[in-house]
């Protein structure tokens, strides 16, 4: 006897291409990787470039343009970090290879800063910077990762909550809180960056001058990049610490940067005896932007990895039709 064409089982065969279809491979992240990497070998030298114009127009006592570079450094960081948070954090690692390599290559070199192509380059490597933003770059990367993992287990734990919550007779246990870790957040990166600053104030110049042993005097050096590293690392449990102490570098950074502006203003010479081979406070911008950002890179991460798996948690509970989709969305 023919088979009835309108029967399901006759059907079925035709609605199995749509049914593939709806089951797409997951997206290849081989370009996301590519263009954060991209982007974090271009990262570094353009913020240690808008830095040093920065130290050079506070030197010249040019308000435009110490605002405009110091702007252009954040809006730079900034974006760089948004795009590492929705794409990959390898960009950060990248950037923070590329700044760790351009620190080798300084003590490589025979003449160390004395070395450097350019002007704002030999007035700036003496503080420590690209150092400064090799460690920040690469504890953020760590953060970020960290913390995009931390907003998908939210995100899991929420759904599980949720099916607690409709059970009937089942009382859903209350969300883990992150009151310690933000409460513990703000005086480790306090801590960790301050303790940085002091060991690269201390030692960090005289690994600089040409001839001398670097055996000696990388200790220092060596701890600070490691402080700086771990203080942005903790981004991945909270990010209060980052932003908070990020914004207050960059307010102590003030009294130097407008020295030439407003010589009255109080705080210079306590800033000049801290950090004596930056004496318009240049390092401390340049900290906190990059902190700032990174903590924003990170929450944003955080973000997206509870929202990205919230989408697919819902997609795999969303109903398929027992006989594939109905022709007319074929």
């Known amino acids: ?18 049914t593939d279809g709806a089951r797409q491979a997951p997206r290849s992240r081989r370009g996301d990787y590519l263009l954060t990497a991209a982007v974090g070998v271009l990262l570094p030298p353009a913020i240690l470039a ?36 929705v794409r990959s954090s390898l960009g950060g690692l990248v950037g923070g290879l590329v700044a760790l390599a351009a620190q080798a290559v300084i003590l490589a070199s025979p003449g160390r800063a004395a070395d450097a192509p350019f002007a704002w380059a030999r007035s700036l490597i003496p503080t420590g910077a690209a150092l400064i933003v090799a460690a920040l770059l690469l504890g953020g990367s760590w953060g970020m990762r960290r913390a995009r993992r931390a907003g998908r ?10 099916e607690h919550d409709k059970t009937p007779g089942v009382t859903p246990a209350a969300p883990p809180s992150r009151r310690r870790d933000h409460a513990v957040s703000f005086p480790l990166t306090v801590m960790a960056v301050g303790a940085a600053l002091a060991l690269l104030s201390a030692g960090y110049t005289r690994l600089l001058s040409p001839g001398t042993s670097l055996g000696s005097g990388l200790l220092g050096p060596t701890l600070a990049l490691v402080a700086l590293l771990l203080g942005a690392a903790f981004t991945g449990r909270s990010t ?24 009255q203003l109080p705080g210079h010479a306590l800033l000049v005896r801290l950090l004596p081979d930056d004496p318009n406070g240049v390092s401390l911008l340049l900290a906190g932007t990059v902190l700032v950002t990174v903590g924003w ?34």
């Open 1 to 18: 006897m023919t088979q009835d064409q309108s029967s399901p089982a006759a059907r079925q065969p035709a609605s199995s291409p749509a």
């Open 50 to 85: 808008l830095t040093g114009m920065t130290s050079q127009a506070a030197d010249a006592g040019q308000l435009p343009r110490i605002v405009l570079f110091a702007l252009l450094t954040l809006m730079v960081s900034a974006l760089a970090q948004w795009l590492f948070a």
């Open 153 to 162: 287990a939210d995100a899991r734990l929420s759904v599980r909550l949720g």
């Open 240 to 263: 209060l610490g980052a932003r908070v102490t990020g914004t207050l570098l960059a307010l102590l950074s003030l009294p130097g940067l407008l020295a030439h502006i407003w010589p």
């Open 297 to 330: 890179g990170a929450h944003l991460a955080r973000r997206e990895g509870r929202m990205g798996e919230l989408a697919e948690l819902r997609s795999r509970e969303a109903p398929t039709p027992p006989h594939g989709l109905p022709h007319s969305q074929a």
